[in-house]
């Protein structure tokens, strides 16, 4: 398996434009998660889903952000409009399971720069 | 609140040396934790995992140690090597939730 696939590696983006960034979980997983990487605040979640479906996205820092499932082979998370502090690395991680108790696999991440 | 954190954020060793990595978590509901390690420019990769149930497990060259009683666990690398650098961090979840509660991490730096 290729793991979970991330696209774009790197994006640069001016302030005000709208940013998609896309993930492709490993195939048979059921679970999936979106995170924030600073070096200020460490690995934030950002949204999950299980089957689909939005769990809980309570780590969804604005309006401006928002996340779609509409299979289970891809996921978008969108911000529109993007601002300076956005600036971070977004990473995709999918789970074979539901609540816990097995480890999440992540892609490689989209290092998002907007100027 | 639930929280899982690291003691030391950069750690230097000697290539071939052992290196000991800590973490300290405060949830007691926490019943499962994985570390994970994180190579510049990559996402975090999963290096080995322990269940409440049990106070130590090995894997090649790692060992994960769990002391419940004051909620803290340790990996342990034996023989570091110049790939071992990395970011290490530490997660913890809960049995019928899906959050991983991550450290912030500690740098570890394996000297020639």
């Known amino acids: 398996d290729a793991g979970v696939i991330q696209s774009p590696r790197h994006e640069v983006t001016e302030m005000g434009q709208e940013v998609t960034l896309r993930c492709k979980p490993i195939?048979?997983?059921?679970?999936l998660f979106w995170y924030r990487q600073t070096m200020m605040r460490g690995l934030e979640l950002l949204i999950y889903?299980?089957?689909?479906?939005?769990?809980?996205d309570s780590g969804m820092p604005e309006d401006r952000f928002s996340a779609k499932m509409p299979n289970a082979s891809f996921s978008t998370l969108k911000i529109q409009p993007s601002e300076p502090r956005d600036s971070a690395v977004y990473f995709c991680?999918?789970?074979?399971?539901?609540?816990?108790?097995?480890?999440?696999?992540f892609g490689q991440g989209t290092r998002l720069t907007v100027v | 609140g639930e929280s899982v954190g690291l003691h030391l954020p950069t750690l230097s060793v000697q290539e071939g040396d052992n290196s000991i990595i800590n973490c300290a978590y405060s949830n007691s509901a926490s019943d499962y934790f994985i570390w994970y390690k994180q190579e510049s420019g990559k996402g975090p990769q999963f290096i080995i995992d322990?269940?409440?149930?049990?106070d130590k497990r090995q894997g090649q060259r790692v060992t994960v140690l769990l002391n419940k009683t004051v909620k803290h666990l340790s990996l342990q690398i034996a023989a570091t090597q110049p790939g071992d650098s990395a970011v290490y961090f530490c997660a913890g979840s809960t049995s019928g939730t899906y959050k991983y509660i991550f450290g912030t991490g500690t740098r570890l730096k394996v000297l020639a």
């Open positions: 195939s048979g997983h059921n679970s």
């Open positions: 889903f299980n089957n689909n479906v939005p769990i809980d």
């Open positions: 322990i269940r409440s149930n049990m």
């Open positions: 991680a999918s789970s074979p399971v539901h609540q816990g108790a097995t480890e999440a696999f």
